[in-house]
């Protein structure tokens, strides 16, 4: 499966902005979708993770209550909508998927585990 990940920008603090992760090439209806980021000089991170079906999800704890990770499946397409954005925030984004079909929980917030990555969007939060 090929993943384009879109959406990204600038935003003051406070704003929102929603991150689109379309895919093709494969049924996506299959796959576990998360997504990650890494600011500059800091290793890739877990942000949030959906199951194939989207009955199940996991946010890392610094974006909680903040952002929303959904899909639509018969768009073939993942969203993260992130709601007051800090400057903390800023980094690379970056969509993935994986077959976890097998797996107990069906999401995981492991990037070992993702089988395809999207390219990555820049998101810059200003203060």
């Known amino acids: 499966v090929q993943l384009q990940a879109s959406g990204g920008g600038l935003v003051q603090a406070g704003g929102s902005l929603r991150l689109s992760c379309s895919a093709s090439?494969?049924?996506?209806?299959?796959?576990?979708m998360g997504w990650f980021r890494q600011a500059p000089g800091k290793e890739r991170e877990f942000v949030a993770t959906?199951?194939?079906?989207?009955?199940?999800?996991l946010y890392a704890s610094s974006v909680k209550g903040r952002f929303i990770i959904s899909r639509d499946n018969a768009k073939n397409t993942a969203y993260l909508h992130m709601n007051s954005l800090k400057p903390e925030d800023t980094a690379v984004y970056y969509c993935?998927?994986?077959?976890?079909?097998?797996?107990?929980?069906?999401?995981?917030?492991?990037?070992?585990?993702?089988?395809?990555w999207g390219q990555g969007t820049q998101v810059t939060v200003s203060s």
């Open positions: 959906i199951t194939k079906d989207g009955d199940g999800w």
């Open positions: 090439g494969h049924r996506f209806s299959i796959y576990a």
């Open positions: 993935a998927a994986a077959d976890l079909r097998s797996s107990g929980t069906g999401w995981s917030r492991v990037a070992n585990a993702y089988d395809y």
